[in-house]
């Protein structure tokens, strides 16, 4: 048995070598080697470095997204509650509450606004009329004020759909607001401007040439 195989490892190697001994010879087969090797060796350090930034990268966004949900559950909570307060002085006897839409996921979640106005059941904003939606984005305006004051406050005929009765409400607001920022807005209705300081009018005596007017109510 032992001749019988040392005879098929010598016939096997007698083989390749002839193999070897017909056949072309690559004399940069070495050189080429080295070459792919090093290669190998960038890209295999290259992919480490990948993984490495991409965990990092990871890890990061894990820590963002996890400082960002506590921020804005604690500043939605800050601002609910003076919802609360800015809405029953704009409807006394009246409740507003703002809802997340999603609470699982407050990073995407939608924020609504359920109010009652008394004499009426509790319902969405946008079930309201023109005037009571006007009113309920008025105090979600001034809410978030109240939680993080600015310098300027600019409106735009935000109390265009204003009734009397509402608009002398807004008007208190205002007047509240007034002395943490400087309010600028412009607006059509009377008695709103009898609560400014100072008054800009705009008009034109002559065709394309506009007039400046200025008032100062103190």
Request: one cysteine or more; a neutral charge; charged letters at 20%.
């Amino acid at each position: 048995m032992n001749g019988l195989r040392r005879r098929k490892t010598k016939s096997a190697t007698s083989r390749g070598i002839s193999m070897i001994c017909s056949g072309e010879v690559n004399l940069l087969a070495l050189n080429e080697y080295a070459e792919l090797d090093q290669r190998n060796q960038f890209l295999t350090t290259q992919l480490a470095d990948l993984n490495e930034s991409l965990s990092s990268l990871q890890r990061t966004i894990t820590r963002i997204n996890k400082i960002s949900r506590e921020r804005f559950a604690e500043t939605f909570a800050a601002v609910n509650e003076c919802f609360k307060d800015v809405f029953a002085k704009i409807f006394p006897g009246g409740r507003g509450r703002l809802l997340l839409t999603d609470e699982n996921d407050l990073l995407e979640t939608g924020v609504d606004i359920d109010i009652q106005i008394p004499g009426k059941k509790a319902q969405s904003v946008s079930l309201l009329s023109g005037g009571e939606k006007s009113l309920a984005a008025i105090a979600l305006i001034f809410s978030i004020l109240m939680y993080r004051p600015t310098p300027f406050l600019i409106l735009d005929e935000v109390d265009a759909a204003l009734d009397d009765a509402n608009t002398n409400l807004f008007n208190r607001l205002i007047k509240g607001v007034a002395g943490q920022s400087q309010v600028i807005m412009i607006t059509h209705n009377k008695s709103t401007m009898e609560v400014a300081d100072t008054l800009f009018g705009v008009t034109m005596q002559k065709q394309g040439i506009s007039s400046l007017v200025s008032v100062n109510l103190n």
